[in-house]
């Protein structure tokens, strides 16, 4: 059994977002000159963006974080697998999009340091999350044909005696 399974990832990214949006809404600059954002900031050339703890910026951009997070917690508490394998594949195009965007494109607004490691973490974790995901749908077809396997071959046995007649 693995360590980490998709729900658990998905749990994982959860908690993640909401401690952003707290330190966002608390203490945005000690989040903005964290080691890791100034290293990785610094490794790609990006510039370190100025931060004012009272911007009214702060306060929407910890109501994206966690209205996305809420997004996410519902679903993966009502087992709705589904809603995951079409989102996950999405988030990863658009944050891919994203993250080649700031890097490449000299931009005021997008390229910084902050875009570029939000988007450059939600790459990987939903890169964890999509491999997890397939993974387990192949665990799940291979109980269900276990499970059913007879039931589907009567079928297809039927469908070919109907084309056959």
Known sequence: MKFLTSRSLIYIRTIFLFTGAFWVSTDPKSLIHSNFVLLLAEAMQLPIIPVDKKSPSNGLIAMFMTITALSDLIPCMADNVQYFETVVPTRLFGFFCLCAYTYL???????????????????????????????????RLKEYINEHGEEMQQEASEHVRVIED
């Open 105 to 139: 494109i000299e931009d005021r607004i997008f390229s910084n340091s902050v875009v570029f490691v939000y988007s450059f973490l939600e790459i990987w974790l939903n890169l964890l999350i999509f491999n997890n995901l397939r993974d387990e749908k192949y665990v």
